[in-house]
DNA sequence: GCCCAGGTGGGTA
DNA sequence: TACCCACATGGG
Protein backbone atom coordinates (compact mmCIF):
# COMPACT_ATOMS: atom_id res chain seq x y z
CA UNK A 1 0.00 0.00 0.00
CA UNK A 2 1.02 3.94 -0.51
CA UNK A 3 1.72 5.68 2.15
CA UNK A 4 -0.67 8.67 0.72
CA UNK A 5 -3.24 5.67 0.34
CA UNK A 6 -3.08 5.16 4.03
CA UNK A 7 -3.89 8.81 4.26
CA UNK A 8 -6.79 8.06 2.07
CA UNK A 9 -8.32 4.86 3.46
CA UNK A 10 -7.71 6.31 6.84
CA UNK A 11 -9.56 9.24 6.57
CA UNK A 12 -6.43 10.97 7.46
CA UNK A 13 -6.58 14.35 6.08
CA UNK A 14 -3.58 16.29 4.44
CA UNK A 15 -3.53 19.21 3.11
CA UNK A 16 -1.56 20.50 -0.03
CA UNK A 17 0.87 23.01 2.14
CA UNK A 18 1.19 20.11 4.51
CA UNK A 19 2.65 17.99 1.49
CA UNK A 20 4.76 21.00 -0.15
CA UNK A 21 6.40 21.68 3.83
CA UNK A 22 7.03 17.74 4.12
CA UNK A 23 8.71 17.58 0.85
CA UNK A 24 10.33 21.34 1.39
CA UNK A 25 12.12 19.67 4.68
CA UNK A 26 13.00 16.65 3.52
CA UNK A 27 14.45 17.41 -0.50
CA UNK A 28 15.11 21.68 0.76
CA UNK A 29 15.18 24.11 -1.93
CA UNK A 30 15.70 22.43 -5.59
CA UNK A 31 16.23 25.76 -7.65
CA UNK A 32 14.79 25.03 -10.60
CA UNK A 33 14.57 25.34 -13.48
CA UNK A 34 18.13 23.99 -14.46
CA UNK A 35 19.00 26.80 -16.98
CA UNK A 36 21.10 29.31 -17.71
CA UNK A 37 18.71 31.47 -19.67
CA UNK A 38 14.68 32.12 -19.49
CA UNK A 39 14.96 30.90 -23.57
CA UNK A 40 16.61 27.92 -22.48
CA UNK A 41 13.97 26.90 -20.41
CA UNK A 42 11.62 27.61 -22.77
CA UNK A 43 13.34 25.20 -25.26
CA UNK A 44 14.03 22.76 -22.04
CA UNK A 45 10.44 22.86 -21.25
CA UNK A 46 9.35 21.66 -25.07
CA UNK A 47 11.95 19.07 -25.11
CA UNK A 48 11.04 17.50 -21.55
CA UNK A 49 7.47 16.33 -22.75
CA UNK A 50 6.87 12.86 -22.21
CA UNK A 51 10.44 12.46 -21.61
CA UNK A 52 13.14 11.91 -19.22
CA UNK A 53 14.94 14.84 -18.22
CA UNK A 54 18.54 13.20 -18.41
CA UNK A 55 17.34 12.62 -22.35
CA UNK A 56 17.03 16.65 -22.29
CA UNK A 57 20.27 17.38 -21.02
CA UNK A 58 22.19 15.54 -23.86
CA UNK A 59 20.14 17.74 -26.97
CA UNK A 60 20.65 20.75 -25.15
CA UNK A 61 24.28 19.91 -24.75
CA UNK A 62 24.05 19.27 -28.69
CA UNK A 63 22.44 22.65 -29.17
CA UNK A 64 25.61 24.57 -27.25
CA UNK A 65 27.76 22.37 -28.71
CA UNK A 66 26.71 23.11 -32.27
CA UNK A 67 26.03 27.18 -31.55
CA UNK A 68 29.61 27.47 -30.12
CA UNK A 69 30.98 26.02 -33.18
CA UNK A 70 28.98 28.26 -35.36
CA UNK A 71 29.14 31.91 -33.01
CA UNK A 72 31.99 30.76 -30.42
CA UNK A 73 28.95 30.95 -27.67
CA UNK A 74 27.70 27.74 -26.14
CA UNK A 75 24.08 29.28 -25.82
CA UNK A 76 20.51 27.91 -26.66
CA UNK A 77 18.88 31.41 -28.46
CA UNK A 78 16.38 32.14 -30.87
CA UNK A 79 18.97 33.42 -33.51
CA UNK A 80 20.34 29.42 -33.44
CA UNK A 81 16.74 27.88 -33.74
CA UNK A 82 15.96 30.19 -36.56
CA UNK A 83 18.98 29.51 -38.37
CA UNK A 84 18.75 25.81 -38.35
CA UNK A 85 16.76 23.78 -40.61
CA UNK A 86 14.32 21.63 -39.03
CA UNK A 87 15.76 18.26 -40.41
CA UNK A 88 18.87 19.93 -39.10
CA UNK A 89 17.41 20.73 -35.70
CA UNK A 90 15.97 17.63 -35.42
CA UNK A 91 19.06 16.00 -35.84
CA UNK A 92 20.47 17.88 -32.85
CA UNK A 93 17.51 16.88 -30.41
CA UNK A 94 17.40 13.74 -31.32
CA UNK A 95 18.49 12.33 -27.87
CA UNK A 96 15.17 13.67 -26.54
CA UNK A 97 12.62 11.23 -28.49
CA UNK A 98 10.05 12.79 -30.55
CA UNK A 99 12.62 15.03 -32.37
CA UNK A 100 10.75 15.61 -35.69
CA UNK A 101 7.49 16.64 -33.52
CA UNK A 102 9.49 18.58 -31.21
CA UNK A 103 12.05 20.20 -34.03
CA UNK A 104 8.68 21.30 -35.38
CA UNK A 105 7.79 22.84 -31.61
CA UNK A 106 10.36 24.53 -31.33
CA UNK A 107 10.70 26.32 -34.89
CA UNK A 108 6.77 27.52 -33.69
CA UNK A 109 7.87 29.14 -30.58
CA UNK A 110 10.30 31.01 -32.62
CA UNK A 111 7.87 32.03 -35.27
CA UNK A 112 5.47 33.01 -32.79
CA UNK A 113 7.88 34.78 -30.43
CA UNK A 114 9.33 36.56 -33.53
CA UNK A 115 5.92 37.76 -34.96
CA UNK A 116 4.48 38.75 -32.00
CA UNK A 117 6.89 40.27 -30.13
CA UNK A 118 10.16 40.62 -31.91
CA UNK A 119 12.05 37.87 -30.62
CA UNK A 120 12.03 39.71 -27.74
CA UNK A 121 11.01 37.20 -24.36
CA UNK A 122 11.24 40.88 -22.00
CA UNK A 123 8.36 42.20 -24.34
CA UNK A 124 6.76 38.46 -24.56
CA UNK A 125 6.52 38.43 -20.46
CA UNK A 126 5.39 41.94 -20.28
CA UNK A 127 1.80 40.35 -20.63
CA UNK A 128 -0.54 40.24 -18.79
CA UNK A 129 -0.89 35.71 -17.11
CA UNK A 130 -3.76 35.46 -18.83
CA UNK A 131 -3.37 36.58 -21.95
CA UNK A 132 0.08 35.27 -22.38
CA UNK A 133 -1.19 31.97 -21.31
CA UNK A 134 -3.83 32.03 -24.10
CA UNK A 135 -1.25 32.77 -26.93
CA UNK A 136 0.83 30.04 -25.37
CA UNK A 137 -1.61 27.42 -25.73
CA UNK A 138 -2.27 28.73 -29.47
CA UNK A 139 0.62 27.92 -30.38
CA UNK A 140 1.76 24.45 -31.90
CA UNK A 141 3.18 22.06 -29.49
CA UNK A 142 2.60 23.87 -26.40
CA UNK A 143 -0.21 22.63 -24.13
CA UNK A 144 -1.19 23.12 -20.25
CA UNK A 145 1.82 22.07 -18.50
CA UNK A 146 4.65 23.45 -21.08
CA UNK A 147 2.47 26.88 -21.56
CA UNK A 148 2.66 26.58 -17.15
CA UNK A 149 5.83 25.84 -16.80
CA UNK A 150 6.93 28.29 -19.16
CA UNK A 151 4.74 31.14 -17.63
CA UNK A 152 6.44 30.19 -14.07
CA UNK A 153 9.87 29.01 -14.79
CA UNK A 154 11.00 31.83 -17.77
CA UNK A 155 8.46 34.86 -16.70
CA UNK A 156 8.30 34.25 -13.14
CA UNK A 157 3.84 34.32 -13.14
CA UNK A 158 2.39 32.78 -10.38
CA UNK A 159 1.12 30.16 -11.67
CA UNK A 160 0.88 26.21 -10.75
CA UNK A 161 2.21 23.50 -13.13
CA UNK A 162 0.12 20.38 -12.87
CA UNK A 163 1.80 17.18 -14.21
CA UNK A 164 1.53 13.28 -14.45
CA UNK A 165 3.28 13.27 -10.86
CA UNK A 166 1.44 15.74 -9.65
CA UNK A 167 -1.87 14.30 -10.41
CA UNK A 168 -0.26 10.77 -9.39
CA UNK A 169 0.21 12.37 -6.07
CA UNK A 170 -2.64 14.03 -5.12
CA UNK A 171 -4.64 11.05 -6.16
CA UNK A 172 -3.44 8.87 -3.91
CA UNK A 173 -3.22 11.04 -1.26
CA UNK A 174 -6.88 11.13 -1.48
CA UNK A 175 -6.97 15.34 -2.23
CA UNK A 176 -8.17 14.93 -5.87
CA UNK A 177 -10.56 12.66 -8.11
CA UNK A 178 -8.79 10.57 -10.32
CA UNK A 179 -10.72 11.93 -13.26
CA UNK A 180 -10.24 15.86 -12.59
CA UNK A 181 -8.61 17.52 -15.90
CA UNK A 182 -6.10 19.87 -15.80
CA UNK A 183 -7.61 22.95 -15.25
CA UNK A 184 -10.01 22.00 -12.31
CA UNK A 185 -6.68 20.37 -10.69
CA UNK A 186 -4.98 23.98 -11.53
CA UNK A 187 -7.80 25.76 -9.66
CA UNK A 188 -8.03 23.46 -6.69
CA UNK A 189 -4.35 23.95 -5.56
CA UNK A 190 -3.85 27.58 -5.98
CA UNK A 191 -7.08 27.86 -3.99
CA UNK A 192 -5.51 25.82 -1.19
CA UNK A 193 -2.10 27.02 -1.79
CA UNK A 194 -2.58 30.69 -2.60
CA UNK A 195 0.20 31.66 -5.30
CA UNK A 196 3.40 32.60 -4.19
CA UNK A 197 6.34 32.93 -7.15
CA UNK A 198 9.11 31.39 -5.11
CA UNK A 199 6.35 28.22 -3.52
CA UNK A 200 5.04 27.25 -6.95
CA UNK A 201 8.59 27.36 -8.26
CA UNK A 202 9.77 24.78 -5.52
CA UNK A 203 6.43 22.80 -5.35
CA UNK A 204 6.56 21.31 -8.29
CA UNK A 205 10.39 21.09 -8.62
CA UNK A 206 9.86 19.15 -4.75
CA UNK A 207 6.55 16.59 -6.47
CA UNK A 208 9.11 16.02 -9.75
CA UNK A 209 11.99 15.36 -6.61
CA UNK A 210 9.41 12.91 -5.14
CA UNK A 211 8.13 11.10 -8.44
CA UNK A 212 11.43 10.46 -9.48
CA UNK A 213 12.44 8.08 -6.56
CA UNK A 214 8.98 7.65 -4.54
CA UNK A 215 6.46 8.14 -6.15
CA UNK A 216 6.49 6.26 -9.62
CA UNK A 217 3.89 4.58 -11.62
CA UNK A 218 5.61 1.17 -10.90
CA UNK A 219 7.65 0.13 -7.99
CA UNK A 220 7.05 2.98 -6.15
CA UNK A 221 9.49 2.65 -3.03
CA UNK A 222 7.00 3.93 -0.57
CA UNK A 223 8.26 2.28 2.47
CA UNK A 224 11.22 5.17 2.36
CA UNK A 225 8.83 8.02 1.08
CA UNK A 226 9.48 10.81 2.72
CA UNK A 227 5.69 11.44 3.22
CA UNK A 228 5.18 8.17 5.03
CA UNK A 229 6.16 9.69 8.00
C1' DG B 1 12.94 -7.66 -23.70
C1' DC B 2 9.80 -4.60 -21.10
C1' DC B 3 8.34 -0.46 -18.79
C1' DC B 4 8.68 4.21 -18.11
C1' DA B 5 9.97 9.18 -18.49
C1' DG B 6 8.69 16.74 -15.90
C1' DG B 7 2.86 15.85 -23.11
C1' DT B 8 0.64 17.31 -27.27
C1' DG B 9 -2.06 17.07 -31.44
C1' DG B 10 -4.99 14.69 -34.58
C1' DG B 11 -8.49 11.37 -35.80
C1' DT B 12 -12.77 8.82 -34.99
C1' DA B 13 -17.40 7.58 -33.01
C1' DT C 1 -16.96 14.83 -25.21
C1' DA C 2 -14.31 10.63 -24.81
C1' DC C 3 -11.20 7.64 -26.02
C1' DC C 4 -7.25 5.99 -29.15
C1' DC C 5 -2.95 6.59 -31.41
C1' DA C 6 1.53 8.57 -33.24
C1' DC C 7 5.49 10.60 -31.94
C1' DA C 8 11.05 7.96 -30.47
C1' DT C 9 15.28 8.01 -27.46
C1' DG C 10 17.67 6.23 -23.31
C1' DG C 11 17.92 4.28 -18.58
C1' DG C 12 16.64 0.84 -15.04
Same mark, same amino acid.
Given at each position: ?6 ? /?????? !? ?11 ? =? ?10 ? =? ?35 ? !? ?17 ? *? ?25 ? /? ?7 ? !? ?40 ? %? ?14 ? !???? =?????? %? ?19 ? *? ?9
Amino acid at each position: MYPCSYY /REKSIK !VTFEEIYSKLYSE =FGPQGWWPAESS =FEVIVGAILTQSVNWTNVEKAIANLKEYNKGLTGKAE !VNLELLEGLEEEKLAWLIR *PSGYYNMKARKLKAFSHFLRGEYEGSL /RKMFGERLE !VLRAKLLAVYGIGPETADSILLYAGGYPIFVIDAYTKRLYSR %CGLIEEDMDYHQLQQL !VMKN =FPPQVE %CYNEYHALIVALGKYYCRKTA *PRCEKCPLSS
